[in-house]
């Protein structure tokens, strides 16, 4: 139904930057929201930052000033551009889209960023 492949993880210095991507195939004519979330062995799957086709936009207060999140709806794709990324960054990012018709979420395989010198 929906295929979501992540790339841009990297390994990078502390203070540098990345942009990770997700393009999204299939049944996709009805996405609304997209975003990225991340998670570290043995936590929880937290959220980075979402966006709406309307344009609105969230993030956690942990990225806030220094992740950008966007889309390009006609390419399907979403981005991430992180500035300023520090060893607490470090771990698996993972795309994440909503379908209105279905009222699922979808998830992609996660892409690993690692923040270290």
């Known amino acids: 139904q929906v295929q979501l492949v992540e790339s841009g993880g990297a390994l990078v210095q502390p203070g540098g930057s990345l942009r990770l991507a997700c393009a999204a195939s299939g049944t996709i004519f009805d996405i609304d929201y997209m975003g990225w979330y991340r998670q570290a062995p043995g936590n929880e799957r937290e959220l980075v930052a979402t966006?709406?086709?309307?344009?609105?936009?969230n993030y956690a207060d942990s990225v806030k000033g220094r992740f950008t999140i966007s889309r390009d709806n006609a390419k399907n794709t979403v981005y991430l551009q992180m500035n300023s990324l520090n060893p607490e960054d470090t771990t698996i990012y993972y795309c994440?889209?909503?379908?209105?018709?279905?009222?699922?979420?979808?998830w992609g395989q996660g892409t690993q960023v690692t923040v270290s010198s």
């Open positions: 966006t709406t086709s309307g344009g609105s936009t």
């Open positions: 994440n889209v909503y379908r209105r018709t279905t009222r699922m979420f979808y």
